[in-house]
């Protein structure tokens, strides 16, 4: 780790030792070290800190650098290492490491703790915690038990640092900034520490201990200007692929978008609506052209391609593929939600403070209302609905241009139907054979096939009648979950 000096510095700037930070002169006992490793991880996740510190060679109370005599890499337990003990009497998430450096001539060792993930860090199978300036046992204290394990179930992979120890023209080097305040219309600042301000308060960037500065994975998703710059996103890059025909035999063109979200989402949009098979509207005064697929459809594909991703599934990234009949649109992660209440249930993402600056930088629509679009513009298009697909580890949203309604698979056709009593339901309407006709672009004439469809539906137990009582010409049929 570089930059020791500075760290220590900053630490010592501290009014007294906190939860997260211990200072020690010679006092180097194996087993309060092993403690005090469990405690310092786990008090660092209970308090947001993505590292805590025991230092020797620094006055516990004037916090004046006063050298010592301890050597962490040469200590011993026994006859076996102290690193090597540590990590057998530790439990296997404990992530420690050992450093030193000189300051004016005297000697300081530093012990690094990682925050506690997945559960919390045990010592000889007890978990400790910091009380003030004590270690102390988890179990004495259940408030903090249940805090600490709140805080584990609910890790964000936003708030993980993608590069640290980084100055602020670092920052601005390897992210596009600029991006930021250009989308949300805020005049560019004309210092650093104007951009500092924004970008801490949004976590783009976090100011560490050492007083330099770390780049979020949620920065680096969004602005980075290459994202191969960094490790841990540069396999989350858009990847667009347009095939021959409808299958993946003859790949046409192919591209990997290198910017972060901010910038290539809209690059990607562009992209994919140049691929996209167009058909002459006849009906114009003009020579115009129209889609074969509904835009607004193709954009929210996308963004929740982005959003809702399990980014902690490596190795792979958002892909949208591109056929003659359809645009698949794939990304890590299955769904949260169960995908028959895709259209009312409330929306859940697991990277939530990506889905709220990605609304902010009017990259998606409103919270909850990208299916509700979706589904409507293929419906005003008179196409199947959108088609999404649950693996164990992806998910897949498939988008159909016009296919005759003699033609559309019974699976498709019952899928749409369903969606179109959600759709009208949430609308404080109901399905009818009129709107389903309307829907798929039917004329009265197939009213006899559209009540068999219904029918069929119906014996599947996705609707039901809104009142059975009802004449049957005339009924109406909601969600059977409405």
Known sequence: MENLDKLVFELCKL??????????????DPKMIGADISALANSATLYDRNHAYMIWGVDDSTHEIIGTNVRLSKEKKGNQELENWLRYMLSKNADFEFQSVEIEGKHVEILIVSKAVGSPVLFEKNEYIRIGSYTKKLQEFPTLQAQLWDKLRNKQFEEVYAMIDLQLQDVLRLLNCDAYFEILKLSIPADLDGYAHYLLEEGIIVKLDNGLYAITNLGAILFARRLADFPRVGRKAIRIVQYEGINKLTILKEDTLKEGYAISFENAVKFVNTLL???EDITSVHRDTISSFPLPAIREAIANSLIHQDFFITGTGPVIEIFSNRVEVSNPGSPLIDIMRIID???KSRNEKLAALMRRLKMCEELGRGW???VISCELQQIP???IQAYQESTKVSLYSHIDFSNISMDDKVWSTYLHACIKFIEGEALTNSS??????LKETSSGSVSRLIKQVLELKLIKPLDPDTAPRHIKYIPIWG
């Open 277 to 279: 098979p167009t058909k």
């Open 345 to 347: 249930n409330p929306p």
């Open 436 to 441: 389903l006709r309307e829907r798929f672009g």
């Open 385 to 387: 609905a959108p088609r």
């Open 15 to 28: 009014s007294h030792e906190t939860v997260w930070v211990e200072f020690k002169h010679n006092n180097c």
């Open 372 to 374: 509700d679009r979706m």
